[in-house]
């Protein structure tokens, strides 16, 4: 099985513009926001890990939430059935996430390989509402 772990030195803006990511994490976004909020009340950070249908979420402290794609509870793509990817992020502050929510039914986890997380928020026909973790 291949771990790939992200490396979050990157800087440049123009890294998230330009790059086109290796896989997809779909979730819906009221959910996603629940889970850190609930992950954010024992720790600053979480561990997304991504692998055999499920992501899952948690922190130092042991809190663990799992979403798995066999129940619908979450949509994967780009990762190979031996492929496993993990990235550990700072919960930010979850009121801009909460917003975004209320105007996007799902959340799309944008992820590669030494490239920093996004988030993507679809708003119809308006456009996107993206995040970046650096």
Not at 87 to 110: G, Q, Y
Request: one cysteine or more; a negative charge; aromatic letters at 12%.
């Amino acid at each position: 099985m291949e771990l790939k772990e992200a490396n979050n030195e990157h800087a440049d803006p123009e890294i998230y513009l330009e790059h086109e990511y290796e896989g997809v994490v779909g979730i819906f976004s009221e959910d996603f926001v629940e889970i850190l909020r609930y992950l954010g009340e024992a720790s600053d950070e979480a561990i997304i890990n991504i692998r055999n249908g499920q992501v899952k979420f948690t922190t130092e402290t042991d809190r663990n939430v799992i979403r798995r794609t066999e129940r619908n509870e979450c949509f994967i793509g780009g990762l190979g059935e031996e492929d496993e990817f993990e990235v550990n992020i700072d919960i930010p502050p979850l009121e801009a996430f909460r917003k975004a929510s209320l105007v996007s039914t799902m959340v799309w986890v944008l992820f590669s390989d030494g490239v920093p997380l996004a988030l993507n928020f679809p708003v119809d026909a308006i456009g996107n509402i993206m995040f970046y973790f650096a």
